[in-house]
């Protein structure tokens, strides 16, 4: 694994026990126990595996503890590798390299929070729902699990704050998303916001259909951490990237990422899941059409085009120039 710019944090694994069915909760401390870098709810942190697989998990340990940080993973057989790594080869006492918390998910101001999750989705919004809760705005959380075995964090949820702000959807009783919408949607506020997390599909389709009933798209945040969006390359082309503060202009060929070229050159470029998923590597674009491939920003973020992600993003313009 390349580690260079790549800022990590060597932890210990302090627990690993169950939290729901296929999901393992992990406890991260210092070698020493002392106090981890602070991070705010929606933040996650890369977790650097064998083979160099990075996956990013959601920070869902309590704000309280300064020493521990918690993340919750589910067991996806599917998958290329990251969560059976976590759930096979992660033993307690073993060390882990993780990066530094990020936040690409924080609260935005509204009056009342509408919080979705599907599945594991639950790790980062019931971090945020006790955000709110703390900050005293309204919200309820909608929880859909495939099963009622599968809940994840289910102690927390629980607990008297929240437990009136909950609402779990069982789909093996035919509660789901698809099925019927919840009708705390249908009080639209034009100062609400939505939140969610959870498989792609899960999102768009509360996305689409909460716009349908009159929701703007501005009003809807979400996380994924997944990219059905990267591109191969078989689909790209070439173009060429000058660097503001040098005036340097550099060709990106189809076979090479802007993060390769200009890393290649010795600048200073800030990587880590190289996939458009983390967020580590948002680069502020002063001129030129970005070709997003990222599902850190919104839609509506990427239509902006202020912000591009180098590692995987391309250009629509034959030249991008970077605040670089
Ligand atoms: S390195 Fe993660 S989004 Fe670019």
């Known amino acids: 694994m390349d580690l260079r710019n790549k800022e990590c944090i060597e932890v210990v694994v302090t627990s690993i026990f169950p939290s729901g069915q296929d999901n393992l909760l992990f406890e991260l401390q210092l070698p020493d126990q002392g ?5 705010e709810a929606g933040a996650h942190i890369d977790v650097y595996l064998k083979n160099g697989i990075v996956r990013q998990y959601s920070l869902c340990g309590p704000s309280f503890n300064k020493n521990c940080y918690q993340i919750c993973v589910l067991l996806n057989n599917k998958s290329s590798g990251g969560s059976i790594a976590m759930h ?11 990066s530094r918390p990020r936040n690409n998910f924080a609260l935005p101001p509204a009056e009342k929070y509408f919080f979705f999750a599907g599945g594991i989705g639950i790790t ?23 099963h009622i075995d599968k809940k994840a964090l289910s102690g927390r949820l629980n607990t008297l704050e929240l437990e009136k702000k909950v609402f779990f959807h069982d789909g093996s009783l035919g509660d789901t998303l698809l099925s019927e919408l919840p009708c705390c949607l249908y009080d639209i506020r034009q100062k609400g916001a939505i939140i969610a997390c959870g498989p792609n599909g899960f999102m768009k389709h509360l996305k689409d259909t909460a716009c349908k009933i009159g929701w703007q798209p501005e ?34 060929n189809h076979d090479q990422t802007i993060a390769q070229v200009l890393s290649g050159k010795g600048l200073k470029v800030d990587l880590s899941c190289e996939q458009g998923m983390c967020g580590a590597c948002l680069t502020k674009v002063i001129s030129g059409v970005p070709d997003h491939c990222d599902v850190v920003q919104s839609d509506e973020e990427k239509e902006l085009n202020n912000y591009m992600t180098i590692c995987c993003s391309r250009a629509k313009s034959d030249l991008l120039v970077l605040d670089l």
């Open 88 to 98: 096979k080869e992660i033993k307690v006492g073993q060390r882990l390299s993780i």
């Open 35 to 39: 106090i981890l870098p602070p991070y």
């Open 124 to 146: 980062p919004i019931v971090v945020l729902a006790e955000a709110a809760y703390n900050i005293g705005i309204d919200f309820e959380l909608h929880y859909y699990v495939a």
């Open 219 to 252: 009003q809807f945040y979400s996380e994924q951490f997944s990219n059905d969006g990267l591109i191969t390359n078989a689909e790209k082309g070439s173009f060429a990237v000058q660097v503001a503060s040098t005036g340097e202009t550099f060709q990106i």
